[in-house]
C-alpha cells in the first residue's frame, strides 16, 4: 500500500512563528508537490521537487520555502507565519516517467495561524 | 506546465439524475488527463486516467480533442457521489501537476 504520510494533522501557530510541515513517502518517488486547498480557489502548487536539493516554485511561492534533502521527504517552512497562511497543505508524490503518473496524496494537515 | 479549468464551483443534482463536470485543456500535443477525487474526510486520490478508457463507479470520462474538453460523467448519480472532484494533467518527468480549480458536487436526496 502506497503511503504519503504528513507529520501533522492539526497545527496551530502564532502569527510570526517559523512553522515546519514535513512530508514522507515510502514510494522511491522522484517527484514530490506541496499544495494548499482553500474553498472556492482549489488545490493549489507552493512548490514542486523534483530530485533531492532541486525545487521549483509552484503558482503561489510567496512566504514560503521547502527543503529536499532525502529523496523521500519533502518539508514545506513557513518563515514567519500569517493569518493568510491559514489552510489545508495537501503533499503529494508522483513518479518521474515520460508517461504520465498520478499524483499520491498525503491526508493533509490544516493549519491554522492566530 | 500544463493547464486545466474546471468552469462549475459548485454542481448541485437530484440522486438519480445524470452528471455532468466539465473541465477542458488548453495545451497541445497529445493530452493525457485525469481526474481525482476527494470525499469528506478522506484524502485526495486518482478517481480515473483518461487512457485506461475504464468506468470507475459508474463514471466516465471521454477526451474529446475538437472540444479540447474531458467531461466526467455519470448517468445517475449516488448521494455517495458527492465530492470534491479536480481534473489533472498527468505527472512525469520533472513535471509539474497543476490542478484544475475543482468542482463540489452535491447529489441530493
Known amino acids: 500500500d502506497v503511503k504519503v504520510t504528513q507529520s501533522s494533522r492539526y497545527l496551530v501557530k502564532r502569527t510570526g512563528e517559523k512553522v515546519f510541515l514535513e512530508c514522507v513517502q515510502d514510494m522511491d518517488h522522484e517527484n514530490m508537490f506541496w499544495y494548499r486547498q482553500d474553498p472556492g480557489l482549489g488545490l493549489r502548487l507552493i512548490y514542486f521537487?523534483?530530485?533531492?536539493?532541486?525545487?521549483e516554485k509552484g503558482d503561489i511561492p510567496e512566504g514560503y520555502s521547502v527543503s529536499r534533502e532525502k529523496k523521500e521527504r519533502f518539508s514545506l517552512i513557513l518563515e514567519s507565519a500569517s493569518t493568510n497562511q491559514t489552510s489545508m497543505y495537501l503533499c503529494a508524490s508522483s513518479e518521474s516517467r515520460g508517461e504520465g503518473t498520478e499524483a499520491f496524496f498525503g491526508q493533509g494537515t490544516r493549519l491554522t495561524v492566530v | 506546465a500544463q493547464r486545466v479549468t474546471q468552469p462549475e464551483k459548485l454542481l448541485s443534482v437530484f440522486k438519480g439524475a445524470p452528471v455532468e463536470l466539465k473541465c477542458n485543456y488548453s495545451?497541445?500535443?497529445?493530452?493525457?488527463l485525469f481526474w481525482y477525487v476527494q470525499y469528506s474526510r478522506q484524502r485526495l486520490q486518482l478517481l480515473l486516467r483518461h487512457i485506461s478508457r475504464e468506468s470507475i463507479k459508474g463514471f466516465t470520462a471521454d477526451l474529446n480533442k475538437g472540444e479540447t474538453s474531458f467531461h466526467l460523467k455519470k448517468p445517475f448519480a449516488q448521494e455517495e457521489d458527492s465530492a470534491m472532484y479536480y481534473c489533472?494533467?498527468?505527472?512525469?518527468?520533472?513535471?509539474?501537476?497543476?490542478f484544475g480549480s475543482g468542482t463540489r458536487l452535491s447529489i441530493r436526496p
Open positions: 489533472a494533467p498527468p505527472g512525469g518527468s520533472a513535471s509539474k501537476i497543476i
Open positions: 495545451y497541445s500535443g497529445s493530452p493525457e
Open positions: 521537487s523534483y530530485d533531492v536539493k532541486m525545487k
